[in-house]
């Protein structure tokens, strides 16, 4: 049957991508459906229960500019908060939160309730209503079509998954949960490069078995933080600690026993997985000299007695994991309560998609989350808000919009994806991001929240908060810059015993937060009062004590920017440009970069290359 109500915009998959692309949606005011298998599985964290981390925490904060759910979620299920990095400086500064899986679902679920414009709809989608090349919506597993101007698609590992444990197999989308086999095959018939990837978690312990008095606590810190923007310390729940324990020699060896049945090592697994999150096995192979290796031990939530011992994600038979698990300290009693296992599932090439995840080949279809190559909730929330803002925008014919790689980690990451691709599950570090200086997790909101709001993406409540607090920052840089400490007086005495050497004239506040003795604490009282908001003085403090690295990189973006705004036309015949060499010639052909500075990330592309195409650019003008 036809569903009786028409809708703007289609998300299919109510995971991390899903919820932020439907919440995103029906917020700047297209009529939503989020269209999924399971309601009790909404937000679902499919691995470990925590966001945020190093690189991480930069894109839930750049969601949470926006207006997105993840960081609110997380301030209501965080247990354990962490500020990683916190003595290194403030670029690669990182929250981490350890969650309780239950409160952090059922927090998403009541955002996404209470989300106007947003409708809910328990089923599989099994095909897409196509129109030519035009995506016209979704065909669900009884038959029920849904018709929509824009779908968002976020399966997530379903699509054709297969979960591995030992040398058996079976499918599934995770495990609990069934796959996505019709979708994926339909999906197969369409214009899009699909190929295989793989991911794997460890098996889960029931902590009324395990010695805790032998392992490390990790306790979260105090005062604890927050990751929203709106968040408050007294909205979380109770906190916990972690544990720290370790694999040891008899880990390895019996590792080492298991691995002619291993999936990973005998072929049966063809999919690539995490660089950056192995398995043990992996690990045991490739760092062969280590001796031990480290396993966080984080509680699954403040109702359960189910413990995730990170750092330990296996597919080796269950008999294997038993022992391994087993001959770690702490664990020599330890009754596993779920399995460990990898699954394979189908990812589509990025490079087939436009900057707003819109498919180059079938209009009105975008993509998001793990499907496009990427591994984490974060990395999908983000570009869930980004596909969600674009397939909405193009229903109510708005413009389109995604953030530049000065702007945003998520600028960064889907060009990274776009530009490059992906042989590999890609996760964001800092170090992907050249302008980290100026995209820091504590500037997201000033980076993107004007914006977020101009786009219709940011509600009143945080507008006015934003607002509050970039005028107490105002304020405070002038009386900063206004107020002056003269050599001989008891405030310059009050300082001198900090200084290396002492004030000799006069100086403003301002710039004497710059000295690398002193900070905002030590100066901001000593004539006047301190700042009552505490998030505008960490950002005068930031802002002053970095200025001079924080303009060289805005004279960098500024050239790179012009590189931006020059456009390399759809139908650019690179084979005419002469001079470049058959080997850039076929990959601008394959990419298709969208601008000149898109085209000088390409891997191989040379200064001397960009010249060439600026020059045919003109002469073609
Ligand atoms: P998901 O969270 O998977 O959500 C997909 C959603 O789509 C689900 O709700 C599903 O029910 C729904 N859906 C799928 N097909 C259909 C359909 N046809 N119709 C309707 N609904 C559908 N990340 C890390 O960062 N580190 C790790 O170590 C790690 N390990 C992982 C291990 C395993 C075993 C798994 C399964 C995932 C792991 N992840 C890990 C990845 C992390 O879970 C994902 O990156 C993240 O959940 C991706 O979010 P998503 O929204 O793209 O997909």
Redesign the pocket.
């Known amino acids: 049957m036809d569903y009786p109500d028409r809708f703007d915009v289609i998300v299919?998959?109510?995971?991390?991508?899903?919820?932020e692309a439907a919440l995103a949606a029906a917020r700047i005011g297209a009529k939503t459906l989020l269209?999924?298998?399971?309601i009790e599985?909404?937000g679902?964290?499919?691995?470990?229960p925590a966001i945020g981390g190093i690189g991480?925490s930069h894109l839930v904060k750049e969601i949470d500019a926006l207006d997105g759910a993840m960081a609110r979620a997380t301030d209501r299920g965080g247990i354990q908060f962490r500020v990683l990095n916190a003595r290194k400086g403030p670029a690669v500064r990182a929250t981490r939160a350890q969650a309780d899986r239950i409160l952090y679902k059922a927090a998403i679920r009541s955002i996404l309730e209470n989300q106007p414009n947003l409708q809910i709809f328990q089923?599989?989608?099994?095909d897409l209503i196509m129109e030519g090349d035009k995506v016209k919506g979704v065909v669900?597993?009884t038959g029920i079509r849904f018709h929509a101007h824009s779908v968002v698609l976020?399966?997530?590992?379903?699509?054709g998954?297969v979960?591995h444990v030992g040398l058996d197999h079976h499918t599934g989308?995770?495990?609990g949960?069934?796959?996505?086999i019709?979708?994926a095959q339909r999906l197969r018939e369409l214009p899009l490069r699909v190929d295989r990837l793989k991911?794997?978690?460890p098996p889960r312990i029931d902590a009324r078995s395990v010695d805790f008095s032998v392992m490390q606590p990790q306790p979260g810190d105090t005062p604890i933080p927050v990751m929203s923007f709106m968040g408050q310390a007294d909205e979380h729940p109770r906190q916990v600690n972690c544990f720290i324990t370790h694999t040891n020699a008899r880990t390895h060896e019996i590792i080492r026993g298991g691995l002619d049945r291993s999936p990973m090592y005998t072929g049966v697994i063809e999919g690539i997985g995490?660089r950056y999150?192995p398995s043990i096995e992996d690990k045991i192979n490739r760092f062969a000299d280590k001796d031990q290796h480290q396993v966080f031990v984080e509680p699954e939530g403040l109702t359960t007695h189910e413990l995730y011992p990170n750092g330990i994600?296996t597919s080796l038979p269950f008999d294997v994991q038993m022992e391994l698990v087993r001959s770690i300290r702490g664990f020599e009693q330890a009754h596993i309560t779920r399995p460990g296992?990898?699954?394979e599932?189908d990812f589509f090439n990025p490079q087939d998609l436009r900057h707003t995840l819109e498919t180059r080949h079938i209009q009105g279809l975008y993509f998001?989350?793990?499907?496009?190559g990427?591994?984490?909730?974060?990395?999908?929330?983000a570009?869930?808000l980004l596909a969600g803002y674009n397939a909405a925008a193009r229903a109510l014919d708005r413009e389109a919009w995604y953030p530049h790689r000065d702007e945003a980690y998520m600028g960064v990451m889907v060009d990274d994806l776009i530009t490059l691709g992906t042989s590999e599950?890609y996760?964001m570090f800092t170090s992907r991001a050249e302008y980290r200086l100026i995209l820091r997790e504590d500037n997201a909101d000033l980076r993107l929240t004007e914006k977020g709001r101009a786009l219709g993406l940011v509600g009143d409540q945080r507008w006015a908060r934003f607002e509050a607090k970039r005028e107490a920052m105002e304020q405070e840089l002038q009386r900063l810059k206004n107020t002056w400490i003269h050599p001989g007086t008891a405030e310059s005495e009050q300082l001198n015993g900090k200084l290396k050497t002492e004030l000799n004239r006069e100086y403003n506040l301002a710039d004497l937060i710059k000295r690398p003795e002193l900070g905002y604490r030590d100066v901001a009282g000593l004539k006047g009062f301190p700042a009552e908001d505490s998030q505008a003085a960490e950002q005068v403090e930031i802002q002053l004590k970095y200025s001079g690295y924080i303009e060289r990189q805005k004279a960098e973006i500024e050239q790179v920017r012009r590189q931006e705004n020059t456009r390399l036309p759809d139908d650019f015949d690179y084979s005419q440009v002469s001079g470049l060499s058959n080997e850039l010639k076929l990959k601008l052909d394959q990419q298709r970069p969208e601008t000149l500075a898109q085209a000088s990330r390409i891997q191989g592309m040379t200064p001397a290359a960009i010249s060439l195409l600026l020059v045919y650019l003109k002469k073609r003008q």
Not at 374 to 381: K, M
């Open positions: 299919i998959g109510g995971g991390h991508a899903g919820t269209l999924t298998h399971n599985t909404l679902q964290m499919s691995c470990n991480k089923q599989a989608a099994d669900t597993q976020t399966a997530g590992t379903f699509l998954g979960i989308g995770r495990a949960d069934p796959p996505s019709r979708l991911t794997g978690t995490p999150c994600s296992y990898a699954i599932y998001a989350g793990q499907i496009n990427t591994t984490g909730y974060e990395e999908a929330g570009q869930g599950p996760r």
